[in-house]
């Protein structure tokens, strides 16, 4: 009996909760480990072991060809696009062209140079996730055949729920529950892989919106020009890997109808290799990034603008994100300095304001322009602003001094930078001193 101190009285000591119970929602402590349990990936950083994967994509994008090779990869512990993958049994349930699956795993493996069996279970029949008995005929078969998998691709959800509707968030978590309800018969630890298709009219995921709190990653297959690449919004217990371009390779597979072509992805590609494919995608995807903000900052017409409002935009707050330093990197967007939700603004290309006195000028950008000004004024009336002052200023009192307390009496909350400035030594302090 642990022995209990002064303010104990509510709390039961750990030995005597647990002592001789077995049965259902039995308590776990976490001081009851030495060290914590760490995060455990079947393919580093991509699949987490036990986890839920939803890999989706427009039809013909390649999807069946990235599952084959995760299944080709963690069956044979070949490493998969140069990341190591941990060994284990796999099951592909191929209820969308079993005949293709064949070919294109014989393909992978030649591609690949698998020469040993790899004893990759396939299942041709169909199986009705949104049904108990169905589910438990599955597991049944995997003991009946020595199988007991680590990984499990459903290829597609839509085929293996046929008379659900994947857009019903009760349906969805119907299947879903059932599907848990297998992993926990299974005992295995087993993960699972979801694919699917995107909507007819954009390329967002097709599914109801509960699907994000089942699910432990959201792949995004993004075909381009006859190659592939992988985007993740999103790990469960980690961080969304970058966008991972798929190397293909087309080989021959000998078929009952004679040789026919086919294609995989090389999964044993070096670590050099794969950055630079993997730099390569980013920066194109980096640039689209870019060009899609500007586009949406230009509408806005010279206002400030929060990150809050540009999350209506279709990139996710990721990408936003990343797209937004790199553009302050370049000197196109500028933020102000200090604490809290701090607004960008767009400069204007190539706009630039010259300030005229005593004969002399001083010139400066609009990326000194920082913070906006107070009453809603657009960085595009600057100019009109400062001229104003020019003109309200008599003729024989536009000293530099007298110059830069209007400029700074008219605008007080813009922070003043002089860029390849040729002035007086007055007027130049007048105009850099905020």
């Known amino acids: 009996m642990t022995e209990r101190t002064e303010g104990d009285e509510g ?3 750990m030995s005597d909760s647990k002592q001789g119970y077995e049965g259902p929602f039995k308590f776990s402590y976490p001081d009851d480990y030495v060290v914590a349990p760490g995060v455990v990936w079947l393919i580093e950083g991509v699949l987490l072991k036990g986890g839920i994967t ?4 427009p039809p013909k994008s390649g999807k069946t060809y990235v599952a084959v090779s995760w299944i080709g990869c963690v069956q044979s ?26 070919r294109r795993h014989m393909a992978w493996k030649r591609v690949n140079g698998v020469l040993r069996p790899t004893r990759t279970a396939l299942v041709r029949e169909s199986v009705d996730l949104a049904s108990k008995p169905s589910l438990d005929r599955l597991a049944m078969a995997f003991e009946a055949q020595g199988r007991c998998p680590g990984l499990i691709v459903i290829d597609t959800f839509q085929r293996a729920a046929p008379n659900t509707d994947i857009t019903s968030p009760k349906d969805t978590a119907m299947v879903l529950s059932n599907v848990d309800w297998l ?90 290799e794969r950055l630079f494919a993997q730099d390569k995608a980013m920066a194109t995807k980096t640039t689209a990034d870019k060009e899609a903000v500007v586009a949406v900052l230009r509408t806005r017409k010279g206002e400030p603008f929060s990150f809050t409002d540009l999350k209506a935009s279709t990139l996710s707050s990721r990408k936003l994100s990343a797209a937004l330093k790199e553009l302050v990197k370049e000197g196109k967007v500028v933020q102000p300095e200090g604490e809290g939700h701090r607004p960008y603004i767009l400069v204007p290309d190539g706009e630039r304001i010259t300030i005229v006195a005593d004969g002399s000028s001083a010139s400066f950008s609009t990326v000194g322009l920082v913070r906006p000004p107070k009453g809603g004024t657009e960085l ?25 307390d209007a400029i700074c009496s008219t605008l007080p909350s813009i922070d003043h930078h002089i860029a390849e400035p040729s002035h007086t030594p007055e007027l130049k302090e007048a105009l850099a001193d905020d």
Not at 54 to 57: D, V
Not at 380 to 402: A, C, D, F, M, Y
């Open 77 to 102: 512990g070949q490493m998969w696009a140069g990341l190591k993958v941990r060994q284990m049994d796999t099951v592909y349930l191929a209820m969308e062209g079993h005949n293709g699956i064949v």
């Open 11 to 13: 709390l039961s000591s």
């Open 380 to 404: 595009n009336q600057i100019p009109n602003l400062v001229q104003g002052v020019l003109n309200r200023t008599e003729p024989n009192t536009k000293s530099g001094s007298l110059l830069g």
């Open 54 to 57: 939803w890999m989706y994509g």
């Open 183 to 272: 992993r926990a018969k299974l005992d295995n630890d087993v993960s699972i892989v979801f694919v699917s298709h995107t909507r007819k009219n954009d390329d967002r995921f097709l599914g109801a919106q509960n699907i994000y709190g089942w699910i432990d990653c959201m792949i995004k297959a993004v075909p381009k020009d006859g190659s592939l690449t992988l985007s993740c919004d999103g790990i469960r217990d980690g961080e969304a890997f970058d966008d991972i371009a798929m190397q293909f390779e087309t080989t021959t597979v000998n078929t009952d109808q004679g040789p026919q072509t086919d294609r995989a992805i090389v999964g044993r590609a070096s670590f050099e």
